[in-house]
Every structure is written in structure tokens, then in C-alpha cells.
């Protein structure tokens, strides 16, 4: 039977978003169902691991299978569906408090994995639901409500943490430009591996980060950049003058699904071990 192809919209469930007029992640939502559609995606054989915070509830507003996590368990826990059944497309969505926080830990490991599923982490540089406390990316000197007198942490900076992990695709998108998201996610969903998509999402209500001052400094990755190449793509993050967004990085290397059918196929090639030989070592 043939995949039905289906609008953008028609991905949407039946679950209304929550978030505040303005917020970035509609714009985040529009790209994905977009990219869903580009790619004749069913509903049926995706799934959804979501996070805590407003990004967290990502995964009701889309139609197909969703498992709401704990704070900060979105990427093992997608990691695990895909385990089991590697047949499916797996996301994981969660927030800059979410995933590089209490869940950031993950990130590495997941790397080491090299999954085949796509992790979103909508940024917008403070906990929002919860009422404007610091995160891991909010600015040095910023006031928030835990840090009235101005934060004096040093913000993280994503794509160098995961150009330096060796995670196999790593893209930095801003969800005011939903064309450019669209394409973004797009090839990260067709990605063989694990794929992470850092997003710039201003908060509207807590003002760390606005689209007219992220407009200022966003620039497009050039065209002749070379994904392959892990030297220019820090070169382009640790661009100073310019925040640039795009594909800065891409490689194919075996997934986390075919190693573990390689060792299964070694495994049986191997003749086991006489038992009873074992057990006399200890009598």
C-alpha cells in the first residue's frame, strides 16, 4: 500500500497549542508539520518524546504517538523507543532548561549512540513556564528571577558542545524564518543518525532574546560551506560578529540500530562456550 500523502495540517491533532501569542514555538511547530509533509511521514510510525517547560507540551499538538517524559528524559527515553523498534521515525522536543540542563548529561551519550532519530531543543534562554528563572543559555548579566542582581554564569554555547560531542548533524535554526526551519528539519529528519537542531525561539514575555535583535546578527550559512568539514564548522560557531544558521555540520558513520545487527550477526557466528567447563572452575 502506498503512503498517503498529507497537508501540513493535517498533522496538527485535535489539541490546541497553549502558548503565548508571539511565542517562537509556533513558528517551530509550522516547520514541523511542514517537514512531516515534505517527507510523506504517517502519523502512525513517528513518535514523540517530549520534555518539561513549554516546549515540553510539543507533542500533543501533533498527530501520532506522544510520551511525555520527565523533566530532562525526552532523549534517553526517545533513544529507547527507537531501540526497540527501529522501523519508526523518532523525535525528541524539548527546551534549553529541559535538555541542556538537567537533561544535558544525555547529550554525549546519545552521541556516542549515534541513534537515528532527530533532537529539538526550542531555546529561548529561561524557564518560561515556571516563571523566569535562570537557565543554562540565559546571558551573564542578565536579571531574572533568580538572579536579581544579574546572572553571573556563563551561558552555554550549543553548537560548539555539539560539534565537540562528534553528534553527526547539528544545525542551528531560528524559528521566525519558517522556510529556513522547514529546510532545516527536513534534512534532519532524512538524516541517517542522530540529529540535533538547535533552535533560537525568543520568549516574548520574558524578553532574554527578541527577533528584531536576533534579526540584526542572523546571517544564512553560505552555500559553499562543506558540511563534512568539522574545522570550518567551528569556524562558522565561533563567529563572533554573526549568529549563522543552517546545516554547520553533517556526516554518515553506522547507527546505533546497525551496530547492534552487526553484533548480533557476529554473535551467532561465535561457538559457545562449553558450560560445564565453566562450572568445574569453580568446584
Same mark, same amino acid.
Given at each position: 500500500?502506498?503512503?498517503?500523502?498529507?497537508?501540513? *495540517? @493535517?498533522?496538527?491533532?485535535?489539541?490546541?497549542?497553549?502558548?503565548?501569542?508571539?511565542?517562537?514555538?509556533y513558528g517551530e511547530l509550522s516547520a514541523f &508539520?511542514?517537514?512531516?509533509?515534505? $517527507?510523506?511521514?504517517? !502519523?502512525?510510525?513517528?513518535?514523540?518524546?517530549?520534555?518539561?517547560?513549554?516546549?515540553?507540551?510539543?507533542?500533543? +499538538?501533533?498527530?501520532?504517538?506522544?510520551?511525555?517524559?520527565?523533566?530532562?528524559?525526552?532523549?534517553?527515553?526517545?533513544?529507547?523507543? *527507537?531501540?526497540?523498534?527501529? #522501523?519508526?521515525t523518532v523525535f525528541s522536543v524539548g527546551g534549553?532548561?529541559?535538555?541542556?540542563?538537567?537533561?544535558?548529561?544525555?547529550?554525549?551519550?546519545?552521541?556516542?549512540?549515534?541513534?537515528?532519530?532527530?533532537?529539538?531543543?526550542?531555546?529561548?534562554?529561561?524557564?518560561?513556564?515556571? *516563571?523566569?528563572?535562570?537557565?543554562?543559555?540565559?546571558?551573564?548579566?542578565?536579571?531574572? &528571577?533568580?538572579?536579581?542582581?544579574?546572572?553571573? @554564569?556563563?551561558?552555554?554555547? !550549543?553548537?560548539r558542545m555539539f560539534l565537540a560531542y562528534g553528534?553527526?548533524?547539528?544545525?542551528? %535554526?531560528? /524559528?521566525?524564518?519558517?522556510?529556513? $526551519? /522547514?529546510?532545516?528539519?527536513? @534534512?534532519?529528519?532524512?538524516?541517517?543518525? +542522530?540529529?540535533?537542531?538547535?533552535?533560537?525561539?525568543?520568549?516574548?514575555?520574558?524578553?532574554? =532574546?527578541?527577533?528584531?535583535?536576533?534579526?540584526?546578527?542572523?546571517?544564512?550559512?553560505? #552555500?559553499?560551506?562543506?558540511?563534512?568539514?568539522?574545522? *570550518?564548522?567551528?569556524?562558522?560557531?565561533? @563567529?563572533? &560578529?554573526?549568529?549563522?544558521? %543552517?546545516?554547520?555540520?553533517?556526516?554518515? =558513520?553506522?547507527? $546505533?540500530?546497525?551496530?547492534?545487527?552487526?553484533?548480533?550477526?557476529?554473535?551467532? &557466528?561465535?561457538?559457545?562456550? #562449553?558450560?560445564?567447563?565453566? +562450572?568445574?572452575?569453580?568446584?
Open positions: 500500500m502506498s503512503e498517503v500523502a498529507l497537508k501540513a *495540517k @493535517e498533522y496538527r491533532s485535535d489539541v490546541k497549542p497553549v502558548w503565548c501569542v508571539g511565542c517562537g514555538d &508539520t511542514q517537514a512531516l509533509s515534505n $517527507l510523506h511521514i504517517q !502519523p502512525e510510525k513517528m513518535v514523540i518524546a517530549s520534555g518539561i517547560g513549554c516546549s515540553g507540551r510539543f507533542s500533543h +499538538f501533533v498527530k501520532c504517538y506522544a510520551f511525555h517524559t520527565a523533566h530532562g528524559r525526552a532523549l534517553p527515553a526517545a533513544i529507547g523507543v *527507537k531501540a526497540a523498534n527501529p #522501523d519508526l534549553d532548561g529541559d535538555g541542556l540542563g538537567i537533561g544535558g548529561g544525555h547529550i554525549p551519550h546519545a552521541a556516542r549512540k549515534n541513534a537515528d532519530l532527530t533532537y529539538i531543543i526550542s531555546d529561548n534562554g529561561i524557564y518560561g513556564l515556571t *516563571k523566569g528563572q535562570s537557565s543554562p543559555t540565559t546571558p551573564i548579566n542578565r536579571v531574572t &528571577t533568580t538572579a536579581p542582581f544579574g546572572m553571573v @554564569e556563563r551561558p552555554l554555547d !550549543p553548537v553528534i553527526t548533524f547539528v544545525a542551528l %535554526g531560528f /524559528t521566525y524564518d519558517v522556510k529556513g $526551519l /522547514t529546510h532545516i528539519l527536513t @534534512e534532519a529528519i532524512k538524516h541517517k543518525g +542522530f540529529s540535533i537542531v538547535h533552535l533560537l525561539a525568543p520568549c516574548v514575555n520574558y524578553n532574554i =532574546t527578541t527577533a528584531d535583535s536576533l534579526r540584526e546578527v542572523i546571517a544564512p550559512i553560505p #552555500d559553499d560551506h562543506d558540511r563534512g568539514d568539522i574545522k *570550518k564548522a567551528f569556524q562558522l560557531a565561533l @563567529e563572533d &560578529t554573526k549568529i549563522y544558521t %543552517g546545516i554547520f555540520y553533517q556526516i554518515d =558513520t553506522p547507527t $546505533l540500530d546497525d551496530d547492534v545487527r552487526e553484533l548480533q550477526a557476529r554473535s551467532k &557466528t561465535r561457538k559457545p562456550k #562449553d558450560i560445564r567447563g565453566i +562450572f568445574e572452575q569453580f568446584i
